[in-house]
């Protein structure tokens, strides 16, 4: 059974960084794009990053470009995404998720059908 579990989410200071990180079980991550999305109470699911099949391509929002990287490590079947300069507004449950193998890259969410639990990240003094 494909699954992808989350980790690295916590508490952290504003201009603070933190290091999620998103495991693979049951497949293998080489064939499959990752994306990063995050949600925020009565907001809709934003996309915030993308790494395409052997990291040829990576994609960010808007509103974190130049302060998160993603990267993957398919040695150990694991994503990361690195956020820096975090602010309040950076603020949400943060997933990652697979598209169909088919697929590429993308930060639209309906693109995507194995999804983690999710981590939680909170800025905050």
């Known amino acids: 059974q494909l699954q992808l579990v989350e980790s690295g989410g916590g508490l952290v200071q504003p201009g603070g960084s933190l290091r999620l990180s998103c495991a693979a079980s049951g497949f293998t991550l080489d064939y499959y794009a990752i994306g990063w999305f995050r949600q925020a109470p009565g907001k809709e699911r934003e996309g915030v990053s993308c790494?395409?099949?052997?990291?040829?391509?990576?994609y960010y929002g808007d509103s974190v470009e130049g302060r998160f990287t993603i990267s993957r490590d398919d040695a150990r079947n694991t994503v990361y995404l690195q956020m820096n300069d975090l602010n309040a507004e950076d603020t949400a449950s943060y997933y990652c998720?697979?598209?169909?193998?088919?697929?590429?890259?993308?930060?639209?969410?309906?693109?995507?059908?194995?999804w983690g639990q999710g981590t939680q990240v909170t800025v905050s003094s």
């Open positions: 790494i395409s099949v052997r990291a040829t391509r990576t």
């Open positions: 998720a697979a598209p169909d193998p088919s697929r590429g890259c993308s930060l639209d969410y309906s693109r995507y059908d194995t």
